[in-house]
Every structure is written in C-alpha cells, then in structure tokens.
C-alpha cells in the first residue's frame, strides 16, 4: 500500500512489544503462584492482542463486554473465557453460552445464570465479587456474601463457586493494600469453613494490585489478578505509582494523526470571546503569533485530547473540537508540512475511546 493509500487517524499496536508487556506479567505473577485474567476491555478487544495474551498462557481472556468475547471466539481463539462485569440480567444467557466463568454480586443474576446453565446443559463457573471498600461492585454485607455462597454451593447445580475476588481503585480510588488483601482471604476461609472445601480462586484485584507482586508484600493465598492496563500500557503504575516499570514497553500503542493545515496566527482568539463547540468558554494564553498544526482528529475519536501525547516533546497539544486537534508546533523537534503524520501516546482513557471509534483503524505490526 502506498503511502498515500493509509488512511488516519489509525491506532499501531506493536504485537511484539505487547507480548513482552504479557510475558512480563505472566512470569513475575506466576513466580507466586498467581495465574492472570487477561483482560481485553482496555483495547476494545483488538483479536490479535487477544491472540497474544492467549499465546503467553494466561489462565483467562476476560472483558466486561460480551461482544468483545464473541469477536475474540470468531477469531478462533481458543481460551477460558471470564466475564468481569456483574452480568446484565438481559444477558444471563448470553453470558452462559459465551463464557466460562463470571464475576457476580447478585443473588437474582446468579438465579438466572443457573437456569440458564442447566437449559444449556452446562456448569457455569462464578466468583462472588466483595467490596472491600472502593463502592463499586461487590458484596458489602458479610453474612449475604456467605449466604450467597453457601446457596451456590448447595443448591444451584448449574454453578460452580469457583471462589471470590475483589476490585480497588477503579471508582472509590482506594489503594490496594496487604491489609485489604487479608481481608479478602479471611472472607474466602469463612466461605470454606462452611462449604467444606477449598476455594480454586482468590482473585485479588486489577492492575493495582500488581505493585504487591513486584515488591513482595501480596499475601500469599492470592492466586489470581485480572490484569489490563498494567500489561497494555503499564503507565499508571510508572506516572501515579512511581513504579520502576522499565521491563515493559509503554508505547506498544501508537495514535497516528495527519496535519490538515500549517500556519502562523495569533494564539489568542480575535473576537468577543463566547462559547466553544461544547458550550464551554476557552482559556487561551496570548503567546504571540504562533505555528499551529490541525489535525484530523478530534474529540469524537479520543474524547480527552488533553490526555493525548505527542511523542514530538516540542509539539503541544492545544485543544480540539469534535474533528479537529489543535497544536503548537513553533518548537517542534521536527519541521513539519501539511501531510505529516503525528504521533502521540496514549493513557488508558484515551485508549478505550480511539479503539472503539470505527472510524479509526487497527493496524497491528
Ligand atoms: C476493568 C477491570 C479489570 C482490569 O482493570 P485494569 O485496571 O485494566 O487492570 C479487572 N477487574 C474488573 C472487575 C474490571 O472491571
């Protein structure tokens, strides 16, 4: 294909660099015993990084989407499958057919995933989510998460508890602790002493509870994390976390842009200043007359264009409206012309949106 012929904005995903971020990941959590849910919602599912995290031998494929599941299966990817939202009650047969196991809080899902499993004469596998204090899924009385366990257990045949698990950081912002990881064993050890067996899993979290594998504090009857931005951007843990995260590659994605119109203007507007393309009013700093590069690229495909960016340190992201991105460019590294491709990388808020947005292609290398 010539040049010419590629169409922008496209999303590069670097398969080799992503397999390494998975290599990573499933040795240093496999040195303590914990398997990983690889979890496919970060990239809107992309098959061939599926594909990779598959290959790498994780224990599951997992999304908080149905849909990405399917695409992954339609792929031909052969794997467990885990369903890492509580499932809708709309989707409890869905749900059943396309997965293997999934994380719940409700009495009345479960209920309709066993009728659901016994129809489809399968045993459909389940953890029961705690909440541990981060207030978004997850039992938070004590006694109904036994109850519920126990009624698992004993008396829908089309399920199998297969354990507990937990998830911090992702609304309530609360760290993932030993502390709290302790809390979610004892609450696996009173389900056993009642049930009378082991549980398989304790999940204990998402990416945030990788920095306890990396620096020795995870408790050690944790044998599961379910895994996504860690592995697809491992950016959080080097900006937020100050983690040394230097064993894998942060851009393994790469948002790809074209220069629509290259001029010098004034960078502060001429006008009587009223509302922008969301009814918002602007700030702008009156630098002088500037070099500002358009991109064809806007709010619709990365919904945060403040949290793009330019891999150019001298290029300045400026704004954007719904299809256009704005920059400064005066003291850009290179000199750029209308047709130029610039490159940015990308945070987990970003990735979700460019990746789900059709008008952005996939290109893997
Ligand atoms: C999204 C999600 C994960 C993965 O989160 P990351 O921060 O991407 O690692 C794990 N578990 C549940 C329940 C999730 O919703």
């Known amino acids: 294909m010539s040049n010419s012929e590629i169409r922008y904005p496209l999303v590069e995903l670097d398969l080799k660099k992503f397999r390494n971020n998975v290599d990573q990941a499933v040795e240093r959590c496999g040195k303590l015993g914990i398997g990983l849910a690889g979890v496919i919602k970060g990239f809107t599912g992309i098959p061939q990084a599926a594909k990779e995290f598959a290959d790498a031998g994780v224990d599951f ?26 499932p809708m009650l709309s989707e409890a047969s869905e749900a059943v057919r396309l997965t293997d196991i999934s994380l719940n809080s409700e009495v009345t899902v479960l209920k309709a995933l066993n009728e659901e499993a016994l129809k489809q004469g399968k045993i459909h596998k389940v953890l029961l989510m705690v909440d541990l204090g981060d207030l978004r899924e997850g039992f938070w009385d004590k006694k109904e998460l036994l109850d519920t366990a126990v009624m698992v257990e004993k008396e829908l045949d089309g399920l199998y508890l297969s354990g507990i698990g937990t998830n911090l950081g992702c609304y309530g912002s609360i760290l993932a602790t030993p502390e709290k990881m302790n809390e979610l064993i004892a609450d696996a050890e009173m389900i056993e002493e009642a049930i009378g067996r082991k549980l398989d899993l304790i999940s204990g979290g998402a990416t945030t509870s990788f920095p306890m594998v990396l620096n020795g504090t995870m408790p050690k009857r944790i044998n599961n994390l379910r895994m996504g931005e860690g592995i697809i951007l491992a950016k959080d843990l080097k900006d937020l976390f100050k983690l040394d995260m230097s064993f894998m590659y942060q851009d393994a994605f790469t948002l790809k842009a074209q220069i629509i119109e290259l001029k010098n203007k004034p960078s502060y507007p001429v006008g009587q200043l009223s509302f922008d393309a969301f009814g918002n009013v602007g700030t702008y ?5 500037r070099k500002r590069a358009l991109l064809g690229l806007g709010k619709v495909d990365v919904a945060y264009p403040d949290m793009i960016y330019p891999r150019d340190r001298g290029v300045e992201v400026l704004g954007a409206s719904s299809d256009h991105l704005i920059l400064d460019v005066e003291d850009a590294q290179r000199e750029y012309k209308v047709g130029d491709i610039v490159e940015f990388d990308l945070c987990y808020a970003t990735l979700v949106f460019v990746t789900n947005f059709p008008n952005v292609r996939i290109v893997c290398k």
């Open 285 to 289: 700093e009156d630098r002088g007359i």
């Open 61 to 86: 494929i997992a999304s908080s989407r149905l849909e990405q599941i399917q695409a992954a299966m339609d792929y031909g990817i052969k794997a467990t499958y885990m369903l890492i939202r509580v």
